[in-house]
């Protein structure tokens, strides 16, 4: 990919059995490996939905939300394998060709509608927003179902997590991949000198009692400077990636 590729151009092909975790809350983290590029660059507000919230898409429904371009049967996987491999000196257009042929010869799910598609008017009025704290408004104020559900969920997240989820996303949008991979380089190194993916860990994987807890515990206390400290440049530790 190049560095000014847009997101349409990357061919991004899914099998069938394929989970995307949308975000790495539960573990106190953020939506890393280009989750800042691709997420914020989804219809509406979508990516954030997502990134905030962890709902998980699967198979097709990742292909429907835009993340992937192609869906292909996890039984076909081998012999496509195979065709691409067998191409000679292919151009993008080659290998576009036969993941066509393959997505469309893959009818799992094909007629069922995306999963989210009709809380998308939802998410993209609740979700509009200049900050995590009037997302959280957005959401107390809606008597809905779906609403509800997505405040009790959010509010289970790491606080220090939500805030740097939802700066990565927003920075992220204007960013080239290159520089949004550095970004989350640095986001990482914050991580690790922090408090929550640890206490994520130890929560989700290690003793499995699904009872973090966070520091800070509230939203609100999770300052603009310490923020300011996670996107900073790292000077001579920071990622470097070659524009090749």
Not at 56 to 64: A, F, N, T
Not at 79 to 103: A, G, N, Q, R
Not at 173 to 192: F, H, K, N, P
């Amino acid at each position: 990919m190049s560095q000014s590729q847009p997101l349409s151009d990357v061919i991004r092909r899914l099998p069938q059995c394929h989970r995307r975790p949308s975000g790495r809350r539960g573990p106190g983290l953020f939506p890393d490996v280009g989750g800042g590029y691709f997420l914020p660059r989804l219809p509406g507000q979508i990516g954030l939905f997502l990134a905030l919230t962890g709902f998980r898409l699967k198979g097709r429904d990742v292909q429907k939300a835009g993340i992937a371009t192609h869906f292909v049967e996890s039984q076909k996987i081998p012999s496509l394998e195979k065709d691409l491999f067998t191409l000679k000196s292919p151009s993008k257009d080659d290998i576009t060709d036969v993941l066509d042929t393959y997505h469309k010869e893959s009818a799992a799910n094909d007629n069922q509608p995306f999963i989210l598609a009709e809380h998308l008017d939802k998410i993209n009025s609740l979700f509009s927003a200049n900050s995590v704290e009037e997302i959280l408004e957005n959401l107390k104020k809606d008597d809905s179902p779906f609403a509800h559900q997505q405040l009790k969920t959010i509010l289970k997240m790491s606080p220090t997590s939500l805030k740097v989820t939802f700066r990565q996303l927003k920075s992220g949008s204007s960013l080239t991949l290159q520089e949004v991979l550095t970004m989350e380089y640095r986001l990482s190194q914050a991580s690790m000198k922090g408090h929550d993916f640890y206490e994520g860990v130890r929560a989700v994987v290690i003793d499995k009692d699904q009872n973090p807890k966070w520091k800070p515990e509230r939203i609100k206390d999770v300052t603009e400077e310490y923020l300011d400290s996670c996107f900073a440049s790292l000077g001579s530790r920071d990622l470097i990636l070659s524009s090749k």
